[in-house]
C-alpha cells in the first residue's frame, strides 16, 4: 500500500517541462508509432498528449497555461475591521466576531471561515486571562 504525503501531490501537480512537451509531439510527428505507444513511452497519459496535439494545431503552440489565479475570501476587504475589533477585544469569540462583521460590513461569514481568516492574518485567537474554567476548584 502506497501511502501519500501531501507535499509529494503538490509537488505533482507541477505543469509538464516545455522540453518533454516538444520532445513528445516530435516524436509524433516523426515515428509512425500510435499515440498510446508515445504516451506510455514517455510516462504521461493518453489524454494529456491529446490535449496537448489539440493545443498545438489550435493555437500553434504547446506552452502550459498559465496558472489560473483562484478566488480572494469574502471576508478579505474586511481586514482592517477584523484587526480592529480583535485589538478592543482579543477574547473576542469567533461567532460574535462573524455578528459584527455581518452588522458592520454586510459580510456573512461562517465561525471556520473566520477562524481562517484570523489565521491568515497572524491574529491569535487569545482568551481572557480572567475568565473562570468550566471545571470545578477544589480547595
Known amino acids: 500500500m502506497i501511502i501519500w504525503r501531501k507535499q509529494d501531490r503538490l509537488r505533482d501537480m507541477r505543469p509538464y517541462s516545455q522540453d518533454l512537451r516538444e520532445r513528445v509531439l516530435a516524436a509524433v510527428e516523426t515515428t509512425h508509432l500510435s499515440q498510446a505507444k508515445i504516451?506510455?513511452?514517455?510516462?504521461?497519459?493518453?489524454?494529456?498528449?491529446?490535449?496537448?496535439?489539440?493545443?498545438?494545431?489550435?493555437?500553434?503552440?504547446?506552452?502550459?497555461?498559465?496558472?489560473?489565479?483562484?478566488?480572494?475570501?469574502?471576508?478579505?476587504?474586511?481586514?482592517?475591521?477584523?484587526?480592529?475589533?480583535?485589538?478592543?477585544?482579543?477574547?473576542?469569540?469567533?461567532?460574535?466576531?462573524c455578528v459584527r462583521v455581518a452588522e458592520a460590513k454586510g459580510v456573512q461569514a461562517s465561525p471556520s471561515m473566520m477562524c481562517r481568516e484570523l489565521q491568515r492574518l497572524n491574529l491569535p485567537r487569545k482568551k481572557s486571562h480572567f475568565t473562570i474554567a468550566n471545571a470545578r476548584r477544589h480547595a
Open 39 to 97: 504516451a506510455q513511452a514517455f510516462k504521461i497519459s493518453l489524454s494529456t498528449l491529446e490535449k496537448w496535439l489539440q493545443r498545438q494545431r489550435e493555437t500553434g503552440e504547446c506552452a502550459a497555461l498559465p496558472h489560473g489565479g483562484g478566488h480572494t475570501s469574502a471576508l478579505h476587504d474586511c481586514e482592517t475591521f477584523i484587526r480592529a475589533q480583535v485589538k478592543k477585544q482579543p477574547d473576542v469569540t469567533l461567532d460574535e466576531l
